[in-house]
Nanobody, 127 residues
Framework: QVQLVESGGGLVQAGGSLRLSCAAS????????MGWFRQAPGKEREFVSS?????????YYADFVKGRFTISRDNAKNTVYLQMNSLKPEDTAVYYC???????????????????WGQGTQVTVSS
């Protein structure tokens, strides 16, 4: 089993920044990738970003966050971060961390391909 705990959400003005963290515990040695998804009220969950765990691992971003958000990881701490800059009101959502344990080709932008999820952290961007 793996447990994921997100932190770092909050209220910020448009143009501001936040840094989300997701700490994994438990059977983290089996991690293949970790990702961030978000869900705004009345909308479906959507992919934000993901990072493959191992050295040299690739990172992926949704088009709407490219150039504004950066995903990074600290393997020693089993933690993944999402640095969010130039935030917009439309970024307001609950942000969820997710973890996948096994290799897959081109699957990391799809939520059902992740086995473990955190409880979510609220990000609110005011205009």
């Amino acid at each position: 089993q793996v447990q994921l705990v997100e932190s770092g959400g909050g209220l910020v003005q448009a143009g501001g920044s936040l840094r989300l963290s997701c700490a994994a515990s438990g059977r983290t040695f089996s991690t293949y990738a970790m990702g961030w998804f978000r869900q705004a009220p009345g909308k479906e969950r959507e992919f934000v970003s993901s990072a493959i765990r191992w050295n040299g691992g690739s990172t992926y971003y949704a088009d709407f966050v490219k150039g504004r958000f950066t995903i990074s990881r600290d393997n020693a701490k089993n933690t993944v971060y999402l640095q969010m800059n130039s935030l917009k009101p439309e970024d307001t959502a609950v942000y969820y961390c997710a973890l996948r344990t096994t290799y897959c080709e081109g699957c990391l932008s799809i939520g059902r391909n992740y086995e473990y999820w955190g409880q979510g952290t609220q990000v609110t961007v005011s205009s």
